[in-house]
């Protein structure tokens, strides 16, 4: 059963932007620490990014700095991840999950058991 709801994924060129939205269906987002994560074909899954529910911490992966942007709008129980600057490295599939983020954002992993279907993201010339 799914608890949560991707959209916003698409094919881009290289350099273009997309923002993933993440919306909580039978859970309330704002209780929970909650990350966006990848996996490629043939790869392992990536922790992409995580928000903390409890002192707004947040976790980027080395690979997304400066060009990806994770936010909350508990009025909408939604997650966002704003990608800019794509590169044809972050073509996968994205799930959000419920999360645990520590060390003040060094550090996320999944936790809890919540996920959503996924949404994909190409980026390609």
């Known amino acids: 059963q799914v608890q949560l709801a991707e959209s916003g994924g698409g094919s881009v060129q290289p350099g273009g932007s997309l923002r993933l939205s993440c919306v909580g269906l039978e859970i309330i987002l704002d209780y929970y620490d909650i990350g966006w994560f990848r996996q490629a074909p043939g790869k392992g899954r990536e922790e992409v990014s995580c928000?903390?529910?409890?002192?707004?911490?947040?976790y980027y992966a080395d690979s997304v700095k400066g060009r990806f942007t994770i936010s909350r709008d508990n009025a909408k129980n939604t997650v966002y991840l704003q990608m800019n600057s794509l590169k044809p490295e972050d073509t996968a599939v994205y799930y959000c999950g419920t999360a645990t983020v520590w060390g003040g954002g060094g550090s996320c992993r999944y936790a809890y058991g919540y996920w959503g279907q996924g949404t994909q993201v190409t980026v390609s010339s």
């Open positions: 928000t903390s529910s409890r002192d707004g911490s947040t």
